[in-house]
């Protein structure tokens, strides 16, 4: 049974910080290129952060770039997603993957969390 579980979105007032988990079990997950993906109310889903899978670079939309860093630890075969500076704007539901990564956050996905809800407001 392969999954990722995705733990820590919340409540956060602009200009706080929140950091996501993402868990994977059943696989490696070392053995994927990673990404964070996040859908706000009537939007489409957008790439925010990801790890390149031909050398483990990392890739930050315009957004988030400088506010957001992605980290993972083999270890406990997990990855974070470290937010700061929060606006109202970063209010979403946050989405871990695990897949192929070619290009910035384009990637053919083998595995998906089912997200949780990050909600910046005063």
Same mark, same amino acid.
Request: hydrophobic share 30%; net charge negative.
């Given at each position: ?18 950091? @996501? +988990? ?8 070392? =053995? ?10 009537? !939007? ?8 390149? &899978? &031909?050398?483990? +670079? %990392?890739? $930050? &939309?315009?957004?988030? !770039?400088?506010?957001?860093?992605? &980290?993972?630890? =083999? %270890? !406990? =075969?997990? /990855? $974070?997603?470290?937010?700061?500076? @929060? ?5 979403? /539901?946050? $989405?871990?993957?695990?897949?192929? /990564?070619?290009?910035?956050? +384009? %990637?053919?996905?083998? $595995?998906?969390? !089912?997200?949780?809800? /990050?909600?910046? +407001?005063?």
């Amino acid at each position: 049974q392969s999954q990722l579980v995705e733990s820590g979105g919340d409540l956060v007032q602009p200009g706080g910080s929140l950091s @996501l +988990s993402c868990t994977a079990s059943g696989f490696t997950l070392d =053995n994927y290129g990673i990404g964070w993906f996040r859908q706000a109310p009537g !939007k489409g889903r957008e790439g925010v952060a990801c790890i390149s &899978s &031909s050398d483990g +670079s %990392a890739y $930050y &939309s315009p957004p988030v !770039k400088g506010r957001f860093t992605v &980290s993972r630890d =083999n %270890a !406990k =075969n997990t /990855v $974070y997603l470290h937010m700061n500076n @929060l606006n109202s704007e970063d209010t979403a /539901v946050y $989405y871990c993957a695990a897949g192929y /990564v070619y290009y910035e956050c +384009s %990637a053919t996905i083998d $595995y998906w969390g !089912k997200g949780t809800p /990050v909600t910046v +407001s005063s």
